[in-house]
Nanobody
Framework: QVHLVESGGGLVQAGGSLRLSCAAS????????MGWYRQAPGKPRDMVAT???????NYADSVKGRFTISRDNTKTTVYLQMNSLKPEDTAVYYC???????????????WGQGTQVTVSS
């Protein structure tokens, strides 16, 4: 069984920075893409940033130039460095890893439990 554990959320003033981490554990055969998504109250869950196994990244327009996604394949961990935070970045941030576990025949999505990020004005 695979578990994703997120950390690094919290309360920060506008203009500040936070770094989120998401570590996968369990019987993991291979990891494909990793990503961060966020969901504000009353809104759908949206993509924030993704990174492929080859290192290609993709960002939502609203975070380009402020957020940086990175991954550590050895440790099955993905990070999200968030700088110049704005109140509109306030949301629950979820990690997703597309991976093949020991009990999977094909890669599938695994989600973390979410971590709250609150940016005060």
């Amino acid at each position: 069984q695979v578990h994703l554990v997120e950390s690094g959320g919290g309360l920060v003033q506008a203009g500040g920075s936070l770094r989120l981490s998401c570590a996968a554990s369990g019987s993991i055969f291979s990891i494909n893409a990793m990503g961060w998504y966020r969901q504000a109250p009353g809104k759908p869950r949206d993509m924030v940033a993704t990174v492929t196994s080859g290192g290609s990244t993709n960002y939502a327009d609203s975070v380009k130039g402020r957020f940086t996604i990175s991954r550590d394949n050895t440790k099955t961990t993905v990070y999200l460095q968030m700088n110049s935070l704005k109140p509109e970045d306030t949301a629950v941030y979820y990690c997703k890893q597309v991976l093949t576990s020991g009990s999977d025949y094909f890669p599938r999505d695994y989600w973390g439990q979410g971590t709250q990020v609150t940016v005060s004005s």
